[in-house]
């Protein structure tokens, strides 16, 4: 018996594998490991996939799903209600808007704004974290899930990019 070859997704469904794909992101980011303090380090695994696909296929990843995810990481991390969302929808907008620069640029090009996104949501993310909290954090685990967000992101945009292939094929 031979085996069939594996149809390329199309339809609805190629439309849902971005935004399918940052939720599961989100999930796998907020499952406890029962390592000490890897909660505050955690990678930002669903701005990575935020990025890359406002970047490829922004048609894809609307706005609402973006709030949406977002709206679900706070609920599962009992973070500022809201402070996800909004920096996620921020970077949705920024990068959609620069989209032209990005497309077709080199892979540091887009290292590097990749870096700018996550600095910027890093500040935003510890500036609301202080106001919900009524004082000023110790920043030092928010500068380390930066760095270590932005060098995890080639390997998960090497993902990302496979997965497109298959979609466009």
Request: hydrophobic share 55%; glycine share 10%.
């Amino acid at each position: 018996m031979k085996a069939k070859p594996v149809e390329p997704v199309d339809g609805i469904g190629q439309r849902l594998v971005p935004a399918a794909f940052t939720l599961v992101l989100a999930i796998l980011s907020v499952i406890p490991l029962g390592i000490p303090g890897y909660a505050q380090v955690t990678p930002n695994f669903v701005l990575m996939s935020i990025y890359y696909w406002t970047i490829y296929r922004p048609d894809h990843l609307p706005y609402l799903v973006v709030f949406l995810i977002g709206l679900l990481v706070d609920l599962l991390t009992f973070g500022p209600p809201g402070a996800t969302p909004f920096a996620l929808l921020i970077v949705r907008a920024t990068v959609l808007s620069q989209r032209k620069f990005f497309v077709g640029k080199n892979f540091p090009i887009l290292w590097w704004g990749f870096a700018l996104a996550t600095v910027a949501v890093t500040v935003l993310m510890w500036g609301i974290g202080g106001l919900y909290g009524g004082r000023v954090l110790d920043p030092r685990s928010y500068i380390f899930q930066a760095v270590l967000t932005a060098a995890c992101y080639p390997g998960l945009s090497w993902l990302f990019s496979r997965v497109q292939r298959g979609l466009a094929r």
